[in-house]
């Protein structure tokens, strides 16, 4: 693929691997072809993961090296994704870029729709998508920040984080050309048919229809490639495999496009995007009337696959109802027939399509196509359905009537009995009651359907035909309460900027701190030259790793076969256990857990051995062949029901109490019991788990460059696996490419089984984690059970409160136990309960070990706080807000449930402000009034507070290893030019703790940022680091920075008082040569933090930081699809060190709390094997997903004595902030069951996907769909937690 070999062969690594399936736009490039017919040129954003190299005969392919450097020219697109603060880890930004870059050569000046439209197929984990939308939106002259425009409405020019004054003009002149030589390529030379030979596979590549006919007939079972986005992810991720693959691309016949009055006739290689733009063009062309079709056609191709996808996918496999092929001998009608089984047509092996006519429709033809999928934009649909009708020319007789869905069956399925049944009837209310019978008898579906979502499938086959009805009665018009369901919730696509308050006042304009300086690695993030763990070239004699893991949940191993795996070419050595010369276990929370599984597996996926070869692919092919015999053991446990019942937990259980609460609950005027269940979460950090370990031959050191929070300790864990001392092994981690928590335990772990490869074999190793692999091993947030039993007044009130979590650890500790914890201590969350008890605890089960994840346990934690919150109001009938904010909320200086004491102040500011800035009051009366005025679709908005605690107390990670212990240091060099050198022990993540850093040193040496250079992360030069996580990492190394500049800074004084005149330059020159050190480490001893379960007390955080969210959504009830209107958040964050990079850190974590609470779904096989390895098959949000309005507000007049000048983290809090979303939509869907007659608490579980949103709206539609009798089947996926 052109990826590998970008990257691989031509060393152009600026393009990156996030997902090698087509679903995460890191790998984008532009392809460029010249049209000999038209002589333009065409260009178009593809996916290069996806993209074969022998295609490109013809093409230039631009990457994101070729259009801007800092050595010579940034492109004006780099620079200002850059300079909007759209790149935080910066791994998607060159996808982004590129992306945009190709919107930018078709359409100069484009609008907000063709922008989000050409982001759609890229994913960021890190920014939540508004900066890059905010720099891409300069391109626009409609959506300048500050003017009123129909796209981006302001109330008022707001302050910027960014000066669009002083951006660099597009001047599409300084693009680069297309290569002449390839215009006069196509334009004089014949084309002539061309063979590529590999290893194991032949590629021909015809030119003529004739020769493509000739190869077909000789090869009918090889496959016609065309955008290879259908074989190609067969053929990487099932194993599939062609001895010949036919690639037709260069057969005029099958592009070209025959309008007649009749319809319109696309050659069968058409992509999606020509299709797209065709039929938009003839839908203004011709008489509405006769666009029926196309606009149908339109609705979908709009949402199918991203830009990249539909630029490249032929139009075959979508079209799919009302067309009729054209083959040259015969015509076939894409009917009920059409389509024969899963991936089947009923095309003959030899047969190839030539055009598809889609024709145009007749008079009174009524055409509409529906799609529900799990995320709005570029995912497979769960439902799509094509709906046509025709009537008896002046009654409404039916005359014709077709019915198709998709997602109902092995393929696409014809609603025949159900159209039979209504043709020759009036359409009226009582057919299509009549017809909802039907098509609930023709269309049904085995409780275990492949796919699951069974209830909610069969209901949307009824939803969308009621929705389809009213479509024909309304034809898009009138306002009467049922017809706003028809609208497109995307197509009120406005975004509006963010609204910041400036935060410096009264200080030196050389001070850069408070001031929204832009990640200083963002430029070289935008062009592609910041190097990431796997753009390291390769060393001589390097190595590939590739892990062998467990296919079964439980078993004892027999024994480990693997002569085969050794005897592929290429292959090296096979790491098992016994390899591992020294520790072969590493302890955490005093349990051990396995380096490589030794007796026995628990969990599929559980790592077993590793194969090392000259590259991946032999490395792959070796994997595969190592024969692991299996003793199975007997009742895996999967769920924490069944950990429960199996009493099936890591140990100790914890318990807190303030108060009594079992007494409390005898004094209350009412006691509600409910549950909760949360899903786990995949962090996706773009960039994979990437390490190269390096031996150096000599003294028995290694040099580990890796992508991981902590890098000493993997550097203690590789040292113990080798058994070697730590100062023998030095960590480098120069970026990472997103990490959430996800790079700490398992990353280490990885790193030791790749050390010990190195160190076996003395040659460097090389381990970089395919998507699908990560997210199969490295486990994911907890998924966490909470069940809740609270007594209140009627006034509200809670007086008690019992609180049960039950998390599923997976397979292993890991840091479960220390997640239980936090759960418990952050159970009160803002609210004053003065008898609350909580117990968590860590269930032991066969399926993946789960381990940190932004937040900690809180998000968890807090959604079982909230919902018991949000059933109180339901119960009393009155607002949740009442209850949370003037009921329930701590009002004055109090103690937290385990005795610390806090001022909860600025909580309180943040909550007041927020509803203020949000206007809550209005808009929640606006909101009833919608849910009044729309029979199917409801508003819901929630206010969410939160109370964070941030840092650690020493007890309760000394529990992990002592080298958690909470400190930080640094080490500062001047050098004699002037210029200074600080390391220091954060890693940058998109953090932005680098540009923190740099921004202290250039306060505390009174230096501008510019002679100030951050180097990597290194265990050489600052030791005994701590992780970057809990937020700390400002706080802890901005400390130590600040130390060792201070040191300097001191050691100066000599000089400038010597000096008063002198510059910088003078002052370092001068003490230099009176023999003035000019190197400092610094160093900061965290706070003595401690927490007692014992005494159920103590002080295990050095502060909180507060916030508030109020987000509103709206709901399409009869398909569960929501969009979040607007949400304002309001957060106290002390005083920001640099505002843009907390801005980017406050709106990435919404989004991904958002993305948590709403889409992010970990789907197991009944046996426990991970369906979910994808992007594919994990939604996170896109772009499509950003709040309509969204805005962030920084809590003005906050200090902070706890941290350095007076900030406070910020990295995790806001992930929780995403459950206003969830309890908005939960609040829509309050609405929606009124209608059924349905009042008072109901239980809804996170996330809110559309099958749960519209299961729980309790629809006359979803009322006809019979529950399956539980365990009378086994369904497609376990029910975690
Ligand atoms: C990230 C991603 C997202 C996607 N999203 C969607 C989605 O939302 N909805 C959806 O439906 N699909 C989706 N797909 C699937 C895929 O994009 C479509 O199925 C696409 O239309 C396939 O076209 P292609 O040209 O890339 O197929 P290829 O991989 O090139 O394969 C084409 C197939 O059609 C056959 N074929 C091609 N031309 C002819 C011909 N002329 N005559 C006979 N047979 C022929 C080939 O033999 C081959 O089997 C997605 C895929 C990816 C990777
Ligand atoms: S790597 Fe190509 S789309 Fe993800
Ligand atoms: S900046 Fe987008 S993934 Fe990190």
């Known amino acids: 693929m052109l990826l590998s070999y970008l990257r691989e062969r031509l060393r152009l690594t600026g393009t990156k691997y996030g997902c090698g399936g087509g679903g995460c736009g890191a790998c984008t490039v532009m392809v460029s072809r010249y049209q000999p017919g038209t002589k333009t040129i065409l260009h178009y954003s593809a996916n290069a993961c996806l993209l074969p190299v022998c295609q490109l005969q013809g093409a230039a392919v631009t990457t994101v090296e070729g259009i801007g450097n800092t050595k010579t020219r940034v492109h004006p697109v780099q620079e200002r994704i850059a300079k909007a603060h759209g790149s935080q880890c910066g791994f998607c930004t060159p996808g982004m870029v590129m992306s945009m870059y190709t919107l930018l050569r078709n359409k100069p000046q484009p609008n907000m729709e063709d922008i989000t439209v050409a982001l759609g197929g890229n994913l960021c984990r890190c920014t939540g998508y508004r900066p890059i939308v905010d720099g891409c939106k300069t391109f626009s002259p409609m959506c300048f920040v500050g003017t009123h425009d129909i796209d981006c409405v302001f109330q008022e020019p707001p302050p910027q984080l960014f000066d669009q004054e002083d951006l660099l003009p597009l001047d599409p002149t300084q693009d680069l050309i297309f290569p002449p030589e390839l215009i006069l390529m196509a334009e004089m030379e014949p084309q002539v048919s061309q063979l590529f030979r590999g290893e194991r596979m032949v590629w021909v590549s015809p030119v003529s229809l004739e020769e493509l006919i000739q190869l077909k007939t000789s090869h009918p079972q090889a496959p016609l490639v065309m955008g290879n986005t259908n074989i190609g992810p067969d053929i990487k991720f099932k194993g599939a495999w062609h001895p010949i693959i036919i690639s037709p691309t260069r057969v005029q016949e099958l592009f070209e496009v025959t309008k007649t009055p009749q319809g319109v006739c696309f050659g069968a290689g058409c992509s999606l995007s020509v299709v797209k733009a065709l039929l938009e063009g003839l839908v203004q062309e011709i008489p509405e009337e006769k666009t029926e079709i196309y606009r149908s056609l339109l609705q979908q191709l709009g949402n199918l696959g991203g830009q990249q996808i539909r630029n490249v996918a032929s139009e075959l496999s979508v079209v799919t109802i009302f067309i009729h092929f054209i083959y040259s001998a015969r015509e076939i009608l894409l009917n009920k027939d059409f389509f024969v089984g899963f991936g089947k047509t009923s095309l003959k092996p030899d047969e190839i399509v030539l055009s598809v006519f889609i024709p145009v429709s007749r008079q009174g033809e009524f055409m509409r196509a529906f799609r529900q999928a799990p995320r709005k934009e570029n995912a497979l649909a769960t439902v799509t359905t094509g709906m046509r009708v025709m009537f008896i020319e002046g009654s409404s007789v039916v005359k014709e009537l077709s019915i198709y869905y998709g997602g109902v069956g092995p393929c696409t399925v014809s609603a025949t009995k159900t159209c039979a049944a209504v043709i020759g009837r009036k359409w009226d209310e009582q057919t299509l009651s009549d017809a909802y019978t039907q098509l609930l008898d023709e269309i049904s579906l085995s409780p275990s359907h492949p796919g699951g979502q069974v209830e909610f499938r069969r209901s949307l086959t009824l939803s969308l035909l009621f929705k389809f009805n009213l479509q024909m009665l309304h034809k898009g018009n009138g306002s009467s309460r049922t017809i706003s369901c028809l609208q497109h919730l995307k197509n009120l696509r406005h975004y509006t900027g963010t609204f910041r308050k400036a935060v410096v006042k009264g200080q030196s304009g050389d001070d850069p701190v408070g001031r929204p300086i832009m990640h200083r690695s963002a430029i070289s993030q935008a062009t592609g030259e910041a190097v990431y763990c796997d753009d390291i070239p390769k060393m001589d004699g390097e190595l590939h790793l590739v892990l062998v893991t467990s296919t079964r949940p439980h078993a004892k191993i027999l024994d480990i076969d693997i002569s085969e795996a050794l005897r592929v070419p290429g292959v090296v050595d096979v790491i098992t256990s016994k390899d591992i010369p020294g520790k072969k276990f590493r302890t955490f929370t005093g349990i051990d857990e396995d380096i490589l599984a030794q007796n026995e597996v628990s969990c599929v996926g559980h790592m077993v051995c590793a194969v090392v070869a000259d590259n991946r692919k032999q490395a792959k092919r070796g994997a595969a062949l190592v024969k692991i015999a299996y003793e199975d053991q007997p009742g895996p446990v999967f769920t924490v029901e069944e950990a429960i019942e199996k009493q099936s937990f890591f140990l100790p259980q914890r318990m807190i109490e303030r108060g009594n609460v079992d007494e409390a609950f005898d004094k209350v005027d009412h006691i509600y019991e409910g549950e909760i269940r949360l899903g786990g979460q995949e962090h996706f950090y773009m960039e994979t788990q990437s390490m190269v370990v390096v031996p150096s031959g000599e003294e028995r050191e290694l040099k580990v460059y890796i992508s991981c929070q902590h890098p000493t300790y993997a550097q203690e864990s590789i040292a113990e696996t080798l058994g070697i001392p730590s100062n023998r092994v030095s960590c480098h981690v120069k970026r990472v490419g997103g990490a959430f928590g996800g790079k700490v335990t398992k990353t280490s772990i990885i790193a030791c089984i790749t050390s010990v490869a190195a160190w076996k074999t003395g040659r460097a190793v090389r381990c970089v984690l395919e998507r699908g692999e990560d997210m199969l091993i490295t486990g994911a947030r907890h998924p966490v059970l ?186 500062v060099h001047i050098y004699k030019d002037g210029s200074v050198l600080v390391s220091h022990g954060g890693t940058e993540m998109g953090q932005g703790i680098h540009t923190k850093m740099q921004q202290v040193a250039s306060r505390e040496l009174h230096i501008p940022a510019s002679l100030i250079h951050i180097t990597e992360t290194n265990t050489s030069a600052v030791p005994n680091t701590c992780p970057s996580a809990a937020s700390f990492g400002t706080d802890a190394n901005g400390m130590a920075v600040k130390d060792a500049c201070e040191i300097l800074y001191q050691r100066l004084e000599p000089v400038r008082k010597q000096n008063p005149e002198g510059t910088w330059q003078t002052w370092v020159t001068s003490a230099f040569i009176q023999r003035i050190s000019l190197s400092a480490t610094g160093y900061y001893r965290g706070h003595d933090l401690y927490m007692d379960w014992e005494k159920q007390e103590g002080q295990p955080y050095a502060y909180f930081t507060y916030g508030a969210c109020c987000s509103e959504v709206e709901v399409d009830c009869l398909t569960g699809d929501y969009r979040t209107v607007r949400t304002d958040i309001v957060m106290d964050i002390g005083r920001s060190i640099n505002p843009s990079v907390d801005i980017g850190q406050i709106e990435g974590a919404f989004i991904q709390g958002l993305g948590l609470y709403t889409m992010e779904e970990l789907k197991f096989s009944p046996s426990g094997v991970l369906y979910t390895r994808g992007p594919s098959q994990y939604k996170i949000p896109a772009v499509c997903d950003i709040p309509l309005q969204f805005n962030v507000y920084l809590l003005s007049g906050s200090d902070n004595p706890h941290a350095i000048y007076s900030s406070k983290g910020i990295g995790e809090p806001v992930l929780f902030l995403g459950s206003s979303v969830f309890f908005a939509i939960k609040d829509a869907v309050a609405a929606a069951r009124v209608e059924a007659g349905m009042v008072g608490p109901f239980t809804l579980n996170s996330p809110a996907t559309p099958e749960r949103t519209c299961l729980a709206c309790n629809t006359p539609f979803t009322q006809k769909i019979p529950a399956s009798k539980q365990g009378s089947f086994q369904p497609w996926a376990l029910s975690i937690p």
């Open 786 to 971: 909470g069940k809740h039993k609270v007594g209140f007044m009627n006034d509200g009130r809670i007086i008690a409160a019992d609180l049960h979590y039950y998390a599923n650890s997976g397979n292993t500790a890991d840091e479960s136990l220390l997640v239980i914890e936090k759960i418990l201590l952050h159970l009160d969350n803002a609210y004053k309960v003065p008898n609350l008890r909580g117990r968590s605890v860590a269930c032991k089960t066969n399926l993946p070990s789960n381990t940190a994840f932004r937040g900690f346990g809180v998000p968890q934690s807090m959604l079982v706080t909230e919902n018991m919150i949000n059933d109180v109001a339901m119960k009393l009938g009155c607002n949740a807000e009442e209850v949370r904010g003037q009921i329930n909320m701590y009002k004055e200086v109090s103690l937290t449930h385990y005795k610390f004491e806090f001022d909860p102040k600025n909580l309180l500011r943040c909550w007041d402000e927020c509803k203020e800035k949000s206007d809550y009051g209005s808009r929640r009366k606006s909101v009833a009034q919608f849910n009044q005025q729309n029979r199917w679709k409801k508003r819901g908005m929630a206010t969410i507070p939160i109370k964070y605690g941030i840092a650690f107390s020493d007890g309760f990670l000394n529990q992990v290893s002592v080298a958690f212990a909470l400190q930080a240091a640094s080490l």
